[in-house]
C-alpha cells in the first residue's frame, strides 16, 4: 500500500499488534477500575447512548 503522507513519516503512524494489546489492556483496566470505584449505573447509561450513537451513525450510512 502506498503511503500517502510522506516516506518519512509512512511508519511513524502505524497502529502495530503490540500498540494494539497495549491500547486494549488499558481500555480494560481504565474500566475495571471505574466500575470498582463507582459502580455500574453510568456505565449502563454509557453504554446506552452508544448504541445511540451508534445507531445515529448508521442511519447516514
Do not use: Q, S
Amino acid at each position: 500500500m502506498p503511503c500517502h503522507i510522506g516516506a518519512d513519516l509512512c511508519g511513524a503512524f502505524a497502529l502495530t499488534n503490540t500498540i494494539a494489546i497495549i491500547l486494549a489492556i488499558i481500555l480494560i483496566v481504565a474500566g475495571l477500575v471505574d466500575v470498582f470505584y463507582f459502580g455500574t449505573e453510568h456505565m449502563i447509561f454509557l453504554g446506552k447512548k452508544l448504541a445511540d450513537l451508534i445507531e445515529y451513525i448508521a442511519f447516514w450510512r
